[in-house]
């Protein structure tokens, strides 16, 4: 029962630095950083101390509330610093990397085992943590038992990795990873595609629909609403396509190999292209060759321009992210820049703002807020981009005020922060939209869980 | 460079202090901040509320410039100086001497309505801590042109001081408001000064003026000679008097060249503006659209009681009754109202099928005051008011099928 999802509403935002279709090997990193905060809700409890050394694979920490999630390392090496913020808390967990890499066997993996047989592999294989769920967007609960399981192969997000480029020839993984994971559901898996080129077009035990529209038609929350939305009391998974592919390769050979191809793009960036590295590696082994420059006014980023992490120039790519982004800074002031016309910046209104006369231009965007932060007064913009079945300000504004019974009644049990990227962007009043909502995600994982 | 370089160090100095929104909200006039995101979206589109904000206002600004002639003509016209003008290129309405006049009476008004409104905003600004928020840079415009000419500026000062502290700022501020503040600001008028909003004397200058001479010579018994007083009835106050048009045609009409409130005659000006407005996307076209289709349905349904003779000439209603229903959208500030007041997005209906059902109720109530409103002809300011206070629940009932959509989803699930 394929079933196309087509939607009119969003935005396509086309920016400048593209990755060119190229793959290089990024330089090894010597170090290798894991931050529990890339895992949302997740309080660590540490396991491999300062000095200890690991292999690819060995547990680093648990997740203290649930202590079958494991966090295991994605290289071998010795554990150099555990950098701690205030109360103790877990920042960083820095690893020197072997300069011969070592993993941990696991085995090859049985495709005939049952579904408690393929969690646990999972679990104790440091694997679990790309199962995300919804409600919440956390880490998926392993105790539950998901009603369907949705994998979008389509990016659609501004600077994205080309999902069919960077998983071209490894079909044997992915087809690994969705079988199983076909166990874990008792419905189905979704996999959403954007074109029929796609590797994962051919995938069996999963249900392919074909995506068409703006951004963001390939975000997953997008296909779960189209699909199969999440009513009170159940639960979907997600997955990053990427990923399967790090899931597939423990599968068929036992080892936990974290290698990612990662596009390097943005503005920024004079040489943008793709990179195979690891996750947890130091960003500028790939930046900083590439034409950035090491004293410039930038902004890298993990992740894309609409819901990615600000790195700092040491900082290590995030556990879930396959684009790093760099783009300018906009730390400057325009004078007149509220009321002249404006021809270099993207925008929905044709309030002097002329980006609609040429709907196929490229932008060199900076990451000025283009205003100041106000309460909300325009209505109606929002609807334009947002394509869920769901009414984003009244959402929104019932997270605000923190009312737990109108945030379920509006649908608060569908949504992830990445849902709201666009009408944050748009959002003439400059409110963090995907702010609010973590923090509405948050509050009902708290009060209802 | 200099001055950007000053003012951001200045900026930098006064951080923090209680002074710093009034002086930010001058900055912020000359330069875009030089404020980055930080997580959520890195990048942000380029509109942000200044900007459209300053959309209504260019919108506004014919209309204003209109008025500012259309003052000084009817003045003129009504003192039997000048020839009625001959279409809206009309040779004796762009004259010089209208300009003159009409800027002597009308520019007060401007410069009294964002003084005061803007100063208050100031106040509960570095009062309260937060920034200068714009939404008064439209209602301070909106406000001169929805008076009569003559209203006098204090009684302007008290109502914008009423109107901006109980209209907006004891509810939170910019985009908490419930009622339209430019409207509370008019209906304090309204109903604090009657004898200065409504009646024959109030729509052109110098009328009352001339009325209290005329009252002064004759208790002192002296001549009357060259004292004639100056009507300036407005269409409405004619028709619900059962008067007729006076001696407008409807193109009068239609370029607004008619007595009324300083900038709302214009019904072509404000056609283009609201188009204006449609296709820069700031207004709503589903509130001016829907607004527009409820008055005609109101004008044709009392059209229909008129035609089925169930109200005879005597009634006093019969001559807003019998009036033309499509001449209903070029009299009295309907076009004004529903273009510019009624698609306040924050005090109008906030959902798209809420918007429908609120501008549908605006024209439609508007036509229904109007006619029915014994003491002051015109009935968009209530009906806007009124559809104000009920926005909310009707935007209540439109979210209300979108949550029980989602419970029949998953009862369809647990059956």
Redesign the interface.
């Known amino acids: 029962m394929s079933k196309d999802i087509k939607i009119k509403k969003g935005l396509d935002i086309k920016l400048v630095g593209e990755a060119e279709k190229t793959v290089e090997q990024a330089i090894i990193s010597n170090f290798c950083t894991i931050r529990p905060e890339d895992f949302h809700s997740v309080i660590p409890k540490l396991v491999a101390k300062e000095g200890a050394t690991l292999k690819a694979g060995d547990v680093i920490f648990y997740d203290k509330s649930n202590e079958d999630i494991k966090f295991v390392s994605p290289v071998s090496g010795t554990v150099v610093e555990v950098q701690r913020g205030p109360k103790r808390r877990i920042d960083a967990i820095k690893i020197q990397a072997d300069k011969e890499q070592s993993f941990k066997d696991f085995g090859a993996f049985n495709m005939d085992s049952d579904t408690a047989a393929v969690k646990a592999h999972l679990l104790t294989s440091g694997c679990w943590p790309f199962i995300k769920q919804r409600p919440y967007d956390v880490i998926a609960n392993p105790e539950k038992s998901p009603k369907a399981i949705f994998i979008s192969g389509y990016a659609s997000a501004p600077l994205a990795a080309d999902l069919d480029f960077v998983l071209s020839g490894k079909e044997a993984e992915l087809q690994a990873t969705v079988s199983v994971l076909s166990k874990l559901t008792e419905g189905q898996v979704h996999i959403g595609i954007g074109s029929n080129n796609s590797p994962l077009a051919g995938m069996n035990d999963a249900v392919i629909h074909k995506v068409f529209g703006p951004h963001p038609a390939g975000n997953v929350g997008t296909h779960i609403n189209k699909i199969d939305p999440v009513n009170k009391g159940e639960t979907v998974w997600t997955i990053n396509a990427q990923d399967l592919v790090v899931i597939g390769e423990l599968l068929l050979t036992g080892k936990f190999n974290p290698e990612r191809v990662v596009a390097l793009a943005g503005s920024s960036v004079k040489k943008p292209r793709y990179f195979k590295t690891r996750i947890g590696s130091e960003v500028a082994t790939m930046v900083y060759d590439n034409g950035v420059e090491k004293d410039g006014n930038d902004r890298i980023i993990s992740g894309n321009v609409l819901s990615g992490k600000q790195l700092k120039p040491d900082g290590s790519l995030g556990f879930y992210d396959n684009v790093i982004t760099v783009i300018p800074e906009g730390n400057d002031y325009e004078l007149f820049g509220w009321n002249k016309p404006i021809f270099n910046k993207v925008s929905t209104s044709r309030a002097f703002t002329f980006s609609w006369l040429n709907p196929k231009k490229k932008y060199d965007l900076n990451t000025n807020t283009n205003g100041e932060h106000r309460a909300f007064v325009v209505t109606g913009s929002y609807e334009q981009v947002f394509p869920l079945d769901i009414y984003p300000m009244q959402i929104l504004k019932a997270c605000m005020y923190q009312d737990l019974d109108e945030m379920e009644a509006l649908g608060m049990y569908e949504v992830a922060p990445e849902d709201f990227a666009l009408t944050e962007f748009i959002c003439v009043s400059k409110q963090p939209h995907q702010d609010i909502i973590r923090k509405g995600l948050d509050l009902m994982l708290k009060e209802i869980g | 460079m200099g001055l950007?370089s000053n003012?951001?160090n200045l900026k930098e100095k006064y951080k923090g202090t209680k002074m710093a929104p009034a002086f930010n909200a001058i900055h912020?006039?000359?330069?875009?901040?030089?404020?980055?995101?930080?997580?959520?979206?890195?990048?942000?589109?380029?509109?942000?509320?200044?900007?459209?904000m300053?959309?209504v206002i260019m919108a506004l600004v014919p209309c204003l410039i209109f008025g500012i002639f259309n003052a000084g003509y009817q003045h003129y016209l009504a003192l039997g100086e000048i020839e009625a003008a001959n279409g809206f290129l009309g040779s004796s309405f762009w004259t010089m001497d209208n300009l003159i006049v009409g800027l002597w009476q009308v520019l007060p008004l401007v410069v009294v309505s964002y003084g005061v409104g803007l100063a208050v905003e100031f106040v509960f600004a570095v009062i309260k801590g937060h920034?200068v928020?714009?939404?008064y840079l439209v209602t301070g415009m909106l406000v001169p042109l929805i008076v009569p000419v003559d209203t006098p500026l204090w009684m302007l000062a008290v109502a914008v001081v009423f109107g901006v502290v109980i209209g907006k700022e004891v509810f939170?501020?910019?985009?908490?408001n419930i009622l339209n503040p430019a409207l509370t600001i008019r209906a304090f008028l309204f109903f604090a000064y009657p004898t200065w909003m409504s009646g024959d004397k109030v729509w052109v200058h110098g009328a009352k003026a001339r009325d209290e001479a005329i009252a002064v010579a004759k208790e002192a018994g002296s001549s009357l000679e060259g004292l004639d007083a100056i009507s300036g009835e407005t269409i409405l106050g004619s028709l619900a008097q059962n008067k007729g048009l006076l001696d407008h045609s409807v193109m009068d009409m239609f370029y607004g060249i008619i007595p009324g409130s300083v900038g709302e005659t214009s019904t072509l000006l404000i056609l283009l503006a609201g188009l204006f407005l449609i296709?820069?996307?700031?207004g709503?076209w589903?509130i001016m659209l829907s607004s527009a289709i409820g008055a005609l349905v109101m004008g044709l349904i009392f059209n229909g009681v008129i035609s089925s003779g169930l109200i005879t000439e005597s009634s006093k209603f019969y001559g807003l009754m019998s009036t033309e229903f499509w001449h209903h959208l070029l009299i009295g500030g309907f076009a004004f109202g529903t273009v510019f007041m009624a698609t306040d997005?924050?005090t109008?209906s906030?959902?798209?099928k809420g918007?429908w059902i609120y501008g549908f109720l605006v024209g439609f109530i508007s036509i229904m005051i109007r006619v029915f409103n014994p003491a002051y002809p015109e009935g968009v300011m209530l009906a806007i008011l009124l559809m104000n206070v009920f926005a909310p629940t009707i935007?209540h009932y439109v979210?209300q099928g979108?949550?029980k959509?989602?419970?029949k989803?998953?009862k369809v699930?647990t059956a």
């Open positions: 950007k003012l951001h912020t006039f000359l330069y875009l901040p030089n404020e980055t995101t930080h997580n959520g979206t890195h990048i942000k589109a380029a509109d942000d509320l200044k900007r459209t300053n959309i920034e928020e714009e939404g939170g501020g910019t985009g908490m296709f820069t996307k700031i709503s589903r997005p924050v109008a906030q959902t798209n918007k935007d979210v979108n949550v959509r989602r419970l989803r998953l699930k």
